[in-house]
Structure formats: structure tokens, C-alpha cells
């Protein structure tokens, strides 16, 4: 029989979901960045709104363990899960700020194929947030994370051969490392998500 949820749990797993949902909204503002003469300039304060929208869920779900409302599993996982979602978005918008104060123009295919890691691993943790209230049943969830950054990991080494064979200048190289290592770093911070949420799932079993 499954356990009669307290008002305490409900409003960790209703802020769990609000973070995920809003990364999931960085993470869109970020593709947008990718549409043919896209005004990225005017998207860096957009997702800049979004990015301290995350920074208000992660400090709520801190004041709340911190205020003796009962988690409802260990707070070492609380703090790893709202920190590892928060990681993720300062990756986003960081990438997206580098691509313009780099004053980059034109980008090698394969950032695309990562920005479309990011956005699927965006919409995976959407779609688990929601249902972290039975985490042991999201096994299809942390092993398709696991795939998209084994993916992007791939693609990352691609870039990084691509960048520096000889086609860009220094200093384009340079830039260019600096937005493809932040994106990598952003997909990275997803499979940490999904890592806390396969421990959390260990302990519920």
C-alpha cells in the first residue's frame, strides 16, 4: 500500500517539478539561439530571467529543508538534486552568453546536434521530476540519460577535432572551445540529476 503523502512532501516534489519544468524552459531559449538570424543578444536576458528563477527554486527548497519541514527522502539528496538542476542552468546560460559576447556568428554543426542532447535530456527530466515520488520506477529514465551523454561525449570529441584542425584562427578556436566545454558541461549536469535520482530510488527500495 502505498504511504498518504504529508503536506511537507507534496511541496518539495511541486518544487522539484517547478526547477526541472524551468530548465526545461532555459534549455528552449538556448535552441532558440540555433533558428536562422536569431537575435541571441535579445535571448541572453531572457534566459538570464530564467536562469534566477532557478536560483529562487533552488534557495526555496533550501529555506524549506533548513526550516525543519520534513523532506521526503535524505536532505544530502535534496541539496545534490536542487544543486545538480541549478548546475544545469548556469551551464545553459552561460553558453548562450559566451556565444555573444564572443560576438560568435557562425557555429559547427555539431553544437547543434549537443544543444539537441540538451534539449531531449531537458525533456526527460521534465517529464521524471513529476514522478520522483516513486523514483525506483524511472529506470528508463536515468538509462537514457546515461545514452544522451555517452552521445553528446562523441560529438563533443568531433567538435574538438573539427576545431582544431586547422579550419578556424586561434582565437576563434579559443571561443569556440570555451561555448562547446560549457554545453558539455550542461549535458554532464543532467546525468548527475538523474544520478541522484537512481540513489534516492536505491534508498526507497
Known sequence: MRMRLSQGDSVYYDLFTAAAQNVRNGVGVLSEALVPDADRAAL?????DIEHTG??????????VNSGLKPPFHRDDIYRLAGALDDVLDDVEAA?????LYR??????????MIDVLDRAADLTAEAMPRLRAANELTKYWIEINRLENEADQTYRRLLARIFSGEYDALTVHKLKDVIETLESAVDGFERVANVVEQIALKQS
Do not use: F, Q, S, Y
Not at 536560483?55 to 524549506?64: A, F, L, N, P, S
Not at 548562450?96 to 555573444?100: G, P, S, Y
Open 55 to 64: 536560483d529562487e527554486h533552488t534557495h526555496d527548497i533550501v529555506r524549506r
Open 104 to 113: 560568435i556568428r557562425e557555429l559547427p554543426n555539431g553544437i547543434a546536434a
Open 44 to 48: 541572453v536576458p531572457v534566459l538570464k
Open 96 to 100: 548562450l552568453d559566451l556565444m555573444v
